[in-house]
């Protein structure tokens, strides 16, 4: 890989205040003591199944973020399908179980969508329902997924990215992506899309359809946000970081990216791979118990979890080893979108929780839970 193009904003030595000193290199993997199967994630017997599972502690609560969540009980549009769904717990002991005992709703008592439409973007898909279809191509949206949930108490406010797609017209295949942003919660406010570019038909977007989106994982760490980006290879996903300041994590021009040797620059492109990361999710996090950051999760097409670990967010990683094998989903099915989940952790991290999307039939699918306890190298 050759030198950056732009200039270099940073130079980081290993310098956080963490069990793990200064030290550099690779860390030895830690042992996993044992792996114990607990069922699946409890959640309201209306929704058939659904996917993205980031989850994180806000205001003492475990909530978590979903994508498609097809459901039994229709809407207040009359559909029985959400395009993002939110729900969370209040009770943090996950040894017995994790119950998601409240959901958003909407004013029918359906699951609601958590992430608000631009108003053009609502009228569009108003007009193109299925249900109420008046503009063709009928079942044709505007919809957004998912991605990490980052709480930013200082500023008193909750970070929640998301994917934005365009879907539903006849004969396409798949879906066109629209870009990706960054949603806030404000106590008193609710969700909000902040502004990114007044002049543009898609405002709120940091990252349009042909730029690498940093939304595959995120970490905090001395408040400066680390965003993880991943572009699919064969049977592997290529993933990037990139750095911000926490208080500045919605000015794109205030981020830069990691491009080898401690260095950081101002131009995506000069950003390198890190890791050989998960397929949709990469739950990076820090463990006081054995002093190094750790990435959970599963590969792409790969019904097993794997983990990594490293002394600083950016690496250098060490490669990944299968954590636990994952139940096998239905045929021609895989499972995915892997990852633990840190604020049910136990004994200073060294008691881990982990779930994956497991398909069950069509449309159907649950979420296994699994607790890794690890071991000191």
């Known amino acids: 890989m050759s030198r950056p193009s732009t200039p270099v904003l940073a130079l980081f030595l290993c310098v956080f205040s963490m069990a793990s000193g200064a030290q550099t290199g ?11 199967s607990l069922g699946v994630v409890k959640q309201n017997p209306v929704i058939y199944g659904r996917d993205g599972t980031f989850s994180a502690l806000v205001q003492g609560k475990s909530v978590w973020t979903f994508g498609d969540t097809p459901m ?22 996950a040894s017995k179980g994790i119950n998601l005992n409240h959901d958003l709703l909407d004013n029918t008592g359906a699951p609601a969508e958590y ?36 709480d930013d108490p200082a500023r008193n406010r909750t970070l929640f990215y998301y994917y934005e797609l365009y879907r539903g017209v006849p004969g396409m ?22 502004i990114e570019n007044p002049n543009s038909r898609t405002p709120t977007l940091m990252w349009g359809p042909n730029d690498e989106a940093f939304n595959s994982g995120a970490v905090v760490a001395n408040d400066i946000l680390y965003s993880y980006g991943c572009i699919g290879g064969f049977l592997v996903d290529n993933c990037q970081v990139a750095q911000v300041p926490l208080a500045d994590a919605l000015d794109i021009t205030k981020w830069t990216y990691y491009a080898g040797n401690n260095q950081w620059s101002t131009n995506p492109k000069d950003a390198v791979t890190i890791f050989q990361g998960g397929a949709a999710a990469n739950q990076v996090f820090y463990n006081p118990y054995l002093g190094v ?12 979890m794997y983990y990594m670990v490293s002394y600083t967010p950016w690496g250098p990683w060490s490669q990944g080893q299968l954590l636990f094998k994952g139940e096998n989903p239905t045929k021609g099915s895989v499972n995915y979108t892997g990852q633990a989940h840190v604020e049910f952790a136990q004994n200073n991290g060294q008691i881990q929780y982990v779930t ?18 690890f071991g000191k190298p």
């Not at 942003?181 to 909000?192: K, N, S």
């Open 26 to 36: 690779v860390p030895p993997l830690p042992k996993v003591v044992s792996v114990t």
């Open 72 to 93: 039994s009980l229709p809407g207040k549009l009359g559909n029985h399908w959400d395009d993002n769904s939110l729900s969370w717990a209040d009770n943090l002991d």
């Open 115 to 150: 992430l608000p439409y631009l108003p053009w973007e609502a009228e569009y898909n108003y007009k193109h329902d299925n249900n109420h279809c008046t503009v063709k191509p009928c079942g044709a949206e505007f919809a957004m997924w998912d991605g990490p949930v980052v």
């Open 173 to 194: 295949q798949g879906w066109d992506t629209v870009g990706t942003g960054i949603a806030v919660y404000t106590p008193g406010l609710g969700i909000t899309r902040p």
């Open 293 to 304: 950051y750790m990435n959970i999760y599963n590969p792409a097409l790969n019904n097993d």
């Open 356 to 373: 994956y999307a497991h398909p069950t039939g069509f449309l159907k699918e649950d979420l296994p839970l699994t607790q890794v306890v």
